[in-house]
């Protein structure tokens, strides 16, 4: 599959009443909520049509709407914050260019001559080109480099240990410090869970975001974590999430199972708890 469109499938993949968690691990701070992470389009933004959304065929024919099928979150940072920022803003940009689809159907699956630099973003014309480097520029953030694969092991070393890690997984990695990886934890009162954890280096403008349907139906928590780190959980019916604002980075961990798999608030500390934050940090 062509770079543009492996960034693209990233774009598309990887609230709220905010309560405090009581006992050992709760934490008095400001609390967080999804609201502070949801993507907003712009008031005049464009949705795919009712018919569009129930036909299979004609939505992967259609304009990609970050904003059709649910809430959009930002896995760079908290509302404020310079990543978090670029990143609505670019994500606003392609959900209102080329919204036929007629541009990206010119390029098909020929070259863009735009691999180089903008090999690891869903960019396939000079324009869209030129508006990534302006949000990069106004945000004072740099661009990925090309990424490559981890070796599980690499990561291991990297981030100090296999945390709740069982079997195989795949990753991939960018030389300023981000990384994604698919892992599978197990939980004590819960069992096999399978989960996606990314790091996002602060600095660096990145455009994953992730749909997490109906934010405001997840319940939600502050907790503080073995290794010291202040966390936002939310549970979900069927995810649950992990955010951790760390002083290079933005850790988010998107768990897949929720409330009627029957994961617990205590299971998602118990994950929470097994990533040592204080090493991705």
Not at 68 to 87: C, F, V
Not at 92 to 112: I, W
Not at 128 to 157: N, R
Not at 177 to 188: A, K, P, R, V, Y
Request: charged letters at 20%.
């Amino acid at each position: 599959m062509e770079k543009h469109k492996k960034a693209y499938t990233r774009v598309a993949l990887l609230t709220l009443a905010a309560a405090l968690a009581a006992g050992a691990g709760a934490y008095a701070a400001r609390q967080r909520s999804l609201r502070e992470l949801t993507v907003s389009p712009e008031p005049a933004a464009e949705t795919v049509s009712a018919e569009i959304a129930a036909d299979e065929e004609a939505r992967n024919a259609a304009h990609y709407d970050p904003f059709a099928y649910g809430d959009t979150i930002s896995l760079q940072g908290y509302a404020g914050s310079p990543e978090q920022q670029a990143m609505e803003e670019w994500t606003r940009f392609l959900a209102s260019y080329d919204t036929d689809g007629a541009l990206l159907a010119a390029v098909g699956n020929g070259e863009t001559g735009l691999d180089g630099r903008y090999g690891e973003y869903f960019v396939y014309t000079q324009e869209m080109a030129d508006a990534l480097d302006a949000i990069a520029a106004k945000y004072g953030l740099a661009l990925h480099e090309p990424s490559g694969w981890y070796e599980q092991q690499e990561l291991f070393d990297r981030v100090g240990g296999r945390f709740l890690s069982i079997g195989e997984w795949g990753g991939y990695r960018f030389p300023d410090g981000t990384f994604q990886c698919d892992e599978m934890g197990e939980l004590n009162g819960f069992g096999d869970v399978a989960y996606q954890l990314r790091r996002t280096s602060k600095g660096v403008l990145d455009e994953v975001g992730l749909n997490v349907g109906d934010a405001a139906g997840y319940e939600q928590w502050g907790y503080e974590t073995v290794s010291g780190a202040t966390v936002l959980l939310a549970l979900g019916s069927d995810k649950a999430l992990i955010f951790a604002d760390l002083p290079e980075s933005f850790v988010a961990v998107n768990v897949l199972a929720g409330a009627e798999h029957g994961l617990t608030r205590e299971a998602l500390e118990v994950l929470a708890d097994g990533i040592d934050f204080s090493i991705l940090g």
